[in-house]
């Protein structure tokens, strides 16, 4: 997922002390007769409030038109677009507010010039630019990351992608220019934008065995190692309920392993993917509703690969294990049935309740090989597109948190708010379980009535161990564009929010 618009970035070395006079012998300056677009962005920063106030007044009065004018100073907009005779002008003003919940909902730098830089994308392609200027009012490194990765999040489009379609995009003037941060955010957006693509992708394209072949031909570094788990592999180790779900399929269940090792790691940390590449529901068969987006059931193993694409640019001294488990959910002779009584790898009997509930069964064997297997484990995170009962209670944006431990739980809010890829922790009610019961095996895969989102989580937690654990329930879909991300399908949900608490890990 390569990106062409950081290839079109350079610098706009415009000084502060002559800021007026630098920005006219600019705007006058155009031999070539570029069509040119300008963008400022302030933020509410006290050391710079003052001359960002000024500035925002000076650039209405000397640029705007004269029946424009009177009415932009009098307003007091927190962004601004104007019509000038040099081209179109967007004034970008970051003004912190105050929310309920200790401002865990309030925005960061980052996350507001992602949507708002971002959003420009398309302004920028209407007026058909062939040069943007951008001029931050403040030398903030998590401004200038999220204006990059916003706009190459909003530039993503699938049939563009797919069909190897070059767009044609302006050059790009940043008054605030880092070679390291440019990298940086090159490979969050592309690690997003594969997450995306991975979803996107019709479900006749990838199976199973598809998206094995597609990681296969990724390039990885000598540290990376991609193991791959096949139906006989599965038998071996005992993956009964992985296996039962993939069975109905054409394609056989896989399991993905990719290990990501440093000689001098001093943590160990493993996640596990859902990664069910299409959901019929099986015998429980879904209305064609409920079925049309099914593509998008691999959406944990799509956020789990954009992270370790991300991850294969560093070098890190944490030992990171990411296994994602495939399979289809099809309707066929051989499919699964409701009342089959299935033994885990753990030893644990399950009856099968409801065919739909497919995802925790395959997670349950990963989980279980993980929490037994890996030595020195420091914490397993699970992430899933498990549950319609979570999207009821959160909304599409914010993505379920279910953990077992405060500090992990802590680490994954911060660095949701920080990276604005949200998460809320949700309850596990243990006397919940008691809905799982069965006369049959040890327990159903689910149960009737409310709180399908918990006790999801709870037969979950069933298969870890004791180990340090997270489960994110996530919806991985936007159902229309949006800020940044400027076409429905696929989101990228959860990427930004574990890079971040990757970063955060490592620093430590």
């Given at each position: 997922m390569k990106s062409i618009i950081y290839s079109k970035i350079n610098k706009w070395d415009i000084k502060e002390k002559n800021f007026s006079e630098d920005l006219e012998r600019l705007m006058q300056n155009n031999p070539k007769k570029q069509t040119k677009g300008w963008v400022f962005i302030f933020t509410d920063n006290p050391s710079t409030l003052k001359e960002s106030a000024k500035k925002t007044h000076d650039l209405i009065d000397k640029l705007s038109l004269p029946w424009q004018k009177e009415n932009l100073l009098k307003s007091n907009q927190d962004n601004y677009y104007f019509q000038t005779d040099k081209g179109p002008v967007w004034i970008l003003k970051n003004r912190h507010s105050k929310t309920n919940h200790d401002n865990f909902f309030s925005e960061s730098k980052y996350t507001w010039s992602r949507e708002n830089v971002g959003s420009l994308m398309s302004h920028f392609k209407i007026h058909k630019l062939d040069e943007v200027y951008v001029y931050f009012g403040e030398r903030n490194e998590d401004l200038l990351l999220g204006s990059l990765v916003g706009l190459d999040l909003a530039l993503?489009?699938?049939?563009?992608?797919?069909?190897?379609?070059?767009?044609?995009?302006?050059?790009?003037?940043?008054?605030?220019?880092?070679?390291?941060?440019?990298?940086?955010?090159?490979?969050?957006?592309?690690?997003?934008?594969?997450?995306?693509?991975?979803?996107?992708?019709?479900?006749?394209?990838?199976?199973?065995?598809?998206?094995?072949?597609?990681?296969?031909?990724?390039?990885?570094?000598?540290?990376?190692?991609?193991?791959?788990?096949?139906?006989?592999?599965?038998?071996?180790?005992?993956?009964?309920?992985?296996?039962?779900?993939?069975?109905?399929?054409?394609?056989?269940?896989?399991?993905?392993?990719?290990?990501?090792?440093?000689?001098?790691?001093?943590?160990?940390?493993?996640?596990?993917?859902?990664?069910?590449?299409?959901?019929?529901?099986?015998?429980?068969?879904?209305?064609?509703?409920?079925?049309?987006?099914?593509?998008?059931?691999?959406?944990?193993?799509?956020?789990?690969?954009?992270?370790?694409?991300?991850?294969?640019?560093?070098?890190?001294?944490?030992?990171?294990?990411?296994?994602?488990?495939?399979?289809?959910?099809?309707?066929?002779?051989?499919?699964?049935?409701?009342?089959?009584?299935?033994?885990?790898?753990?030893?644990?009997?399950?009856?099968?309740?409801?065919?739909?509930?497919?995802?925790?069964?395959?997670?349950?064997?990963?989980?279980?090989?993980?929490?037994r297997e890996i030595k020195e484990l420091d914490s397993v995170i699970n992430v899933a597109t498990l549950t319609g009962a979570i999207k009821v209670a959160l909304g599409a944006e914010i993505a379920g948190l279910f953990s077992n431990s405060d500090e992990l739980s802590v680490q994954l809010l911060k660095s949701s708010q920080q990276s604005g890829d949200l998460c809320w922790r949700m309850p596990l009610v243990e006397k919940y379980a008691a809905s799982l019961s069965s006369s049959f095996a040890d327990f159903k895969n689910s149960s009737e009535g409310f709180g399908g989102a918990i006790t999801a989580a709870l037969f979950l937690q069933k298969f870890i161990n004791n180990k340090n654990w997270a489960h994110l329930d996530i919806y991985a879909w936007n159902d229309k564009p949006t800020g940044s991300l400027s076409m429905s399908g696929g989101n990228g949900q959860g990427v930004q929010l574990l890079i971040e608490y990757l970063q955060h890990l490592q620093l430590r």
């Open positions: 993503y489009n699938y049939k563009n992608t797919s069909n190897d379609k070059k767009e044609n995009l302006p050059d790009l003037f940043l008054s605030y220019y880092d070679k390291k941060l440019i990298v940086e955010a090159e490979n969050r957006s592309s690690s997003i934008n594969l997450a995306r693509h991975l979803v996107n992708m019709p479900p006749n394209l990838l199976g199973p065995k598809d998206l094995v072949k597609l990681v296969r031909g990724f390039d990885w570094k000598k540290n990376v190692k991609v193991q791959v788990w096949d139906q006989e592999k599965l038998k071996k180790e005992k993956m009964n309920l992985h296996l039962a779900v993939g069975q109905g399929a054409e394609q056989e269940p896989q399991l993905l392993r990719i290990n990501y090792t440093h000689p001098k790691n001093r943590k160990t940390i493993a996640f596990v993917g859902k990664g069910i590449t299409f959901d019929t529901g099986g015998l429980d068969l879904k209305p064609s509703s409920a079925m049309r987006l099914m593509k998008k059931d691999m959406g944990g193993a799509a956020c789990l690969l954009g992270l370790a694409r991300y991850i294969n640019n560093y070098e890190w001294p944490v030992n990171i294990e990411i296994f994602l488990a495939l399979a289809e959910n099809s309707v066929d002779g051989k499919s699964f049935r409701p009342s089959d009584v299935i033994v885990s790898r753990s030893g644990q009997s399950v009856e099968i309740d409801n065919t739909d509930a497919e995802g925790r069964l395959v997670l349950a064997d990963a989980l279980d090989f993980v929490t």
